[in-house]
């Protein structure tokens, strides 16, 4: 039995420590490539083929040659977002997020999502003939400046002309939302009817898994509420109905079109290469002479905030890759955004939330350690019958099974709130490598980022030594022998932590602490541990 509680042991700690290399066994990361281009290097995206009415595999024709034309740009300014928009297409030449910096050495600097999940040209607008090529639509902005007031509003308005078809665009801002209002007004000014369709493009510069082995590229919520994400190796996906919403995302990020169920639309993506891919959205124009169709819709172009995601009531939260434990990490973020707003530090955060969690298992932890602590004290007569008893397993078991029923003994009571904890270990390791929340969140001193390791690998080094002293203090069931083979576990984990999110490592040091106290109170008070 001895030998038992130990594989169980091992188990647990292996499903814990393999977890993550499972994951990226089954889903192998894609070679890691350069995505970060600068805008003169990054391919636009006027001039690609973009799908029809009616979305097909078939090979389009060739868009047409673009005609020279004199690009002039137009920048919206809001307390959230600074953008800069081309009037080729109304498309997007830069889109900078103010609250999140690109990079934890350089603050003044916000992430620019045209360098990967809203690529130079993305929300392009193409009208497209019945049969023939994509034609970029030419436009004159009505200003060259917008600027949105936190609690004001700000319209971009654009008016043009395509295959003799008048086009006005217009983008709606507000002041504290990422969410932009899209409308595209058609008007047939030809003395001929006019079929064909009205196209709007995102386009990225990821696709297929990033270094951490999450999902980029693109992803779609079709109308059932089905969430599909396009694998690298997969050229194309086409829908003929309106999804619930569809865009291209990375691991903290996402660009993403919302449009009306009611609107009739087809869709397709398409993966070029691993550091390219595209949306697409159609919308049917069939429109007599004088006759005028609008297109309306919502984008999303910023960070996967859950909290914020989840205020818009579009689903666009499910793009947030919590995995395999998803019904243990939401709330566990919902928890530590919660804790965050009053305490000001997610650090802090982590160690409440691992103070509360400690407390709901003590009636656990106080039961695994009553039952190490009486099969300790049974360990003689398990010694003896083993030894009485060693060439007849049979009889053995059944001597066992006996003294275990005398005393009212579990023999593996002592694993089950390692056991239970794994699940809560795997949600916390997913919240803290995939939450955007917890990306450069700083807690004090060398550790000022919660979601990277620790820079100076101090906080593992002081994690394995508590989990040492915790492994001492534990009433063991196992001979010397035995015992020193567990003695390595800490060993063990502390290499693993030392590539691990300094978060995790702070959850983990913090339970091992209160593990600690709460086997030397425990330990300290028989009387009320045999209760």
């Known amino acids: 039995m001895d030998k038992r ?18 994951v990226n066994w089954i889903n192998p990361p894609k070679p890691k490539t350069e995505t970060a281009v600068t805008e ?18 078939q090979a389009e024709p060739k868009a047409a040659p673009e005609k020279s034309v004199k690009e002039t ?66 436009l004159e902005a ?63 510069n990821v696709a297929g898994k990033d270094a951490s082995g999450y999902h980029t590229g693109p992803i779609v919520s079709t109308s059932k509420g089905k969430l599909t994400r396009q694998a690298a190796d997969e050229a194309q996906k086409t829908g003929a109905e309106a999804p619930r919403w569809i865009g291209l995302e990375s691991k903290y990020f996402l660009s993403a079109i919302i449009p009306s169920p009611e609107l009739p639309l087809s869709w397709l993506n398409e993966v070029s290469s691993p550091s390219s891919s595209k949306a697409t959205v159609s919308a ?59 305490v000001g530090n997610y650090g802090i955060a982590i160690i409440i939330l691992t103070f509360i969690t400690k407390v709901v298992f003590y ?17 003689p007569q398990l010694a003896a019958i083993k030894e009485k008893y060693k060439d007849n397993k049979d009889k053995q078991n059944k001597e066992l099974m006996e003294l275990y029923k005398r005393y009212k003994v579990n023999p593996v009571g002592g694993c089950l709130p390692m056991i239970l904890q794994i699940p809560v270990f795997i949600g916390l390791y997913e919240v803290l490598y995939v939450a955007i929340e917890l990306r450069h969140a700083p807690f004090f001193l060398w550790i000022m980022d919660l979601s990277d390791k620790d820079p100076y690998y101090i906080s593992p080094i ?9 492994q001492k203090m534990t009433p063991t069931t196992v001979d010397p022998a035995q015992a020193k083979i567990m003695l390595i576990m800490p060993v063990i984990f502390t290499f693993m932590f030392l590539s691990f999110p300094s978060g995790l490592v702070i959850y983990w040091l913090v339970n091992n602490v209160l593990s600690i106290a709460q086997q030397y109170y425990i330990q300290r008070t028989p009387a009320k541990a045999k209760a």
């Open 284 to 342: 049917p124009l069939a429109l007599a002479p004088g006759e005028t169709k609008t297109v309306a819709y919502r984008t999303f172009i910023g960070p996967k905030e859950y909290d914020l995601l989840l205020s818009y009531k579009a689903g666009l939260e499910e793009s947030i890759e919590f995995g395999w434990f998803a019904v243990i990490a939401k709330p566990f973020l919902v928890v530590l955004n919660f804790l965050e707003r009053y």
């Open 5 to 22: 509680l130990i594989y169980a042991i091992v188990l647990s700690m292996g499903v814990m420590l393999g977890y993550p290399y499972v």
């Open 363 to 379: 009636p656990l932890t106080k039961h695994s350690l009553k039952s190490m602590k009486e099969l300790q004290n049974i360990q």
């Open 40 to 57: 003169k290097k990054t391919e636009a995206v006027p001039g690609e083929t973009a799908p029809g009415a009616a979305p097909s595999v």
């Open 142 to 204: 009505a200003s060259t400046d917008v600027v949105v007031e936190p609690q004001g509003a700000g319209v971009l308005a654009y008016s043009g002309s395509a295959k003799g078809l008048r086009v006005d665009k217009k983008y709606k801002f507000t002041g504290e939302s990422y969410l932009v209002d899209t409308e595209i007004t058609v008007t047939n000014n030809t003395g001929a009817p006019f079929q064909g369709s009205v196209e709007t493009v995102l386009a990225a």
């Open 462 to 470: 002081i994690m394995g030594a508590t989990m040492f002293l915790q």
């Open 73 to 138: 740009l137009t920048t919206v300014d809001t307390p959230l977002v600074k953008a800069t928009f081309s009037n080729v297409g109304g498309g997007v030449k830069r889109w900078e997020l103010k609250k999140y910096e690109a990079s934890i050495k350089d603050a003044s600097r916000g992430v620019n999502l045209a360098e990967s999940v809203a690529r130079m040209g993305s929300l392009s607008t193409f009208i497209r003939p019945a049969g023939g090529a994509a034609e970029n639509v030419v």
